[in-house]
């Protein structure tokens, strides 16, 4: 999940200092932990947002020994995080700014689930990854293609745009929520449901959250992961757009759950009326099942 919709404040400074923990004794109240960086004193971090975003970002806070709240508005991996595809892609970014870290990303995806068992937990699996051409108005293959027998429909050019090696899944819903149980078992993230309504700041610097209901969270630090959401904030808005795109995603069961091989298809879809092609992804899960998205950019 390579889009970036989280910021960090303070700015990133405050976590490339290097951290040490002053007491690794877990069973003390994260609360009255206290941490050093460069000579600074530090409680607490609050993250904002529930989507895997956020979930990583308190994940691996916490793991570093720094105490994380997570706020979360109404279930954690509900939004975009939870309905996604789930596909990783290890090298589709590169010539663009975001290549290292979607590389990084993509390698962290495979540590985090031998760390994780992640195959079991969250269905990570490597997946070969197909491009198809699909005429409605043409005749379904009968055989005889180099092609996954499930794949029976009216295709053409088929080819192989990632292997193995270079793409792979998870379910996203499992995969964020996994990672929070970890978090709030393993290294004593707090979450909270509730609304963020004002990150406040005095002298400069975050002191504490507003939570809808009057609920007040002092802090050192805030993380805005709210998805499209963070727009909201002027805090961030006032620094750059943040923004959603449209996509609609449908579930499908197929009958015979276990003759469908793990590859992930980005189709061109003709339809027979001769309207608009479409452009839909096909995610099989190790459960049998299958998302397809359909996605929308609005302007
Ligand atoms: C249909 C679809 C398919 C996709 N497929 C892929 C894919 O295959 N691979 C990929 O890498 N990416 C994919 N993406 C993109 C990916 O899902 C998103 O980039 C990612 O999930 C964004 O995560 P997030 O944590 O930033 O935001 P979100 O998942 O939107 O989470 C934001 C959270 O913030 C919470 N929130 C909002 N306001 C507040 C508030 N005031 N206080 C507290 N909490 C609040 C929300 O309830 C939500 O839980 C897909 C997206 C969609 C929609």
């Known amino acids: 999940m390579a889009v970036i919709s989280s910021l960090l404040f303070p700015p990133s400074s405050f976590l490339r200092r290097s951290i040490t923990i002053c007491s690794n004794n877990t069973s003390e109240s994260m609360a009255t932990k206290k ?15 529930g989507g895997v975003i956020g979930v990583c970002t308190a994940y691996f806070l916490a793991k ?24 990783l892609a290890f090298d589709w970014c590169d010539g663009s700014p975001v290549s290292p870290l979607a590389r990084a990303s993509f390698n ?12 079991e937990s969250y269905g990570y699996r490597p997946v070969t990854t197909l491009s198809l051409t699909v005429k409605e108005s043409s005749k379904p293959i009968s055989g005889g293609s180099d092609l996954p027998a499930w794949i029976d429909g009216p295709v053409k050019s088929p080819s192989t745009i990632g292997t193995t090696e270079t ?20 290294y004593g993230v707090e979450v909270v449901i509730g609304k963020l309504e004002e990150v406040r700041v005095e002298l400069g610097r975050v002191d ?5 209901g009057g609920r007040v969270i002092d802090t050192d630090a805030v993380v805005l992961a ?6 909201r904030f002027e805090m961030l808005s006032s620094i750059f757009r943040v923004y ?18 793990p590859h992930a298809l980005f189709l061109t879809y003709h339809p027979s009326n001769g309207g608009q092609a479409l452009d839909p992804e096909v995610y099989p899960r190790p459960t049998g099942k299958f998302r397809v998205i359909f996605r929308y950019v609005l302007a």
């Open 35 to 49: 941490y050093i960086s460069d000579g600074q004193t530090s409680k607490r971090v609050v993250v904002c947002g």
């Open 64 to 87: 570093k020994g720094i105490a994380v709240t997570l706020v979360e508005k109404s279930a954690v991996a509900c939004a975009a995080s939870g309905k996604s595809g789930g596909f």
């Open 108 to 119: 962290l995806h495979r540590s985090l689930a031998e760390e994780l068992n992640g195959v």
């Open 167 to 186: 793409t792979a899944q998870v379910h996203p819903q499992l995969f964020t929520r996994k990672l929070l149980s970890t978090a709030t078992k393993k």
């Open 208 to 212: 504490s959250v507003l939570l809808e």
């Open 226 to 231: 709210m998805g499209p959401w963070s727009g």
């Open 244 to 261: 959603g795109t449209k996509a609609h995603s449908i579930v499908l069961e197929p009958k015979e759950a276990n003759a469908i091989t």
